[in-house]
């Protein structure tokens, strides 16, 4: 499975940005999917995760600002992200967790840039 993470950029805080991440097959099976990010000098973190009946998680300081959605049609996974803060900066990171004979795997996007400028 590859996964191609699209949408970062530099925005101004208080802004919106929309990442995509596309697979290269179907995403319907796929049990989670997520985007992390890591700053630099810091460790990657979770951002917002859905699950493949469609429940989502986000970190706490996501919370309201970010959406995580799944289009299955399109096989691709998004992060609507509102009221961007210089601290979001980071490269962001599409995960999935795909289910292969009864066996779970770990599959990583290359990593998007965002930059928020205060």
């Known amino acids: 499975v590859q996964l191609v993470e699209s949408g970062g950029g530099l925005v101004q805080a208080g802004g919106s940005l929309r990442l995509s991440c596309a697979a290269s097959?179907?995403?319907?099976?796929?049990?989670?999917m997520a985007w992390y990010r890591q700053a630099p000098g810091k460790l990657r973190d979770l951002v917002a995760a859905i699950s493949r009946g469609g429940t989502t998680n986000y970190a706490d300081s996501m919370k309201g600002r970010f959406t995580i959605s799944r289009d299955n049609a399109k096989n691709t996974v998004y992060l609507q992200m509102n009221s961007l803060k210089p601290e979001d900066t980071a490269v962001y990171y599409c995960h999935a967790l795909v289910p292969e004979r009864l066996v779970e795997y770990n599959y990583w996007g290359q990593g998007t840039q965002v930059t928020v400028s205060s």
């Open positions: 097959r179907s995403i319907f099976s796929f049990n989670r």
